[in-house]
């Protein structure tokens, strides 16, 4: 069936440095592909997401990135600082419904 | 706010018991969402409403159901509770049916003890 493969599960950067979560899908059909970011206890909140016609996506110190054919995409966070530890979810959507993957658990050391 | 809401916020019940979780999706739009999230796991998407009807359906267990009413609202229902059922339900709504922003719900914490 649909899936969405995310890696890695943990990611431990340094203050300062950059972190990247990498995630692919199995649905063709999929064409909006959206990250979030949940804090422990709080709902997952929407960071930034990209369509199947657009290749690179950026806000501030966030980007994601689209790999069609490969069926990847990509987070990109520069200069991280501490608050944006948290659980980062990538999620693949077509028609209907939304796939999301496991998570990705970023802590950043100060 | 994301302009969902939930209630109740927590439930605490036991096991073989039913309970109800509501949810009103943000103004105008026409789809929610169900997923569970139990401790330090994924979300598990549950079911999909599209303007009253059921469109999509994920790893929802036969004890649970759900419905969306005409004011768009949406009711999960779960019963014979179990143990394992205790997790964080989270409600989510977009304007379509899907390839568009979903917004979170803060989430009913159910306890089954």
């Known amino acids: 069936g649909e899936n969405v493969e995310q890696h890695p599960s943990t990611l431990s950067v340094q203050e300062g440095d950059s972190a990247v979560i990498k995630c692919t899908y199995s649905?063709?059909?999929?064409?909006?592909f959206p990250w979030y970011k949940q804090e422990l206890g709080k709902r997952p909140q929407l960071i930034i997401d990209i369509r199947s016609n657009v290749g690179e996506k950026k806000d501030q110190r966030i980007a994601v990135t689209l790999n069609k054919t490969a069926k990847h995409f990509s987070l990109h966070i520069t200069e991280t600082q501490p608050e944006d530890s948290a659980v980062y979810f990538c999620?693949?959507?077509?028609?209907?419904?939304?796939?999301f993957g496991t998570g990705t658990r970023l802590k950043v050391l100060a | 706010d994301s302009g969902v809401t939930q209630t109740p916020k927590h439930l605490i019940t036991a096991t073989g018991q039913r309970v109800t979780l509501r949810c009103s999706p943000r103004s105008g739009d026409l789809s929610v969402y169900w997923y569970q999230q139990s401790l330090d796991q994924g979300l598990q998407f549950l079911i999909q409403?599209?303007?009253?009807?059921?469109?999509a359906k994920g790893n929802i267990l036969e004890r649970f159901s759900a419905q969306q009413f005409p004011d768009l609202h949406s009711e999960l229902n779960l019963s014979s509770l179990e143990l394992g059922d205790s997790a964080l339900y989270f409600c989510?709504?977009?304007?379509?049916?899907?390839?568009?922003?979903?917004?979170f719900g803060p989430g009913t914490r159910l306890t089954v003890t």
């Open positions: 409403y599209y303007n009253g009807e059921e469109r």
């Open positions: 989510a709504s977009s304007p379509g049916t899907g390839g568009s922003e979903q917004y």
């Open positions: 649905d063709s059909a999929s064409n909006y």
């Open positions: 999620a693949a959507s077509g028609t209907y419904k939304y796939i």
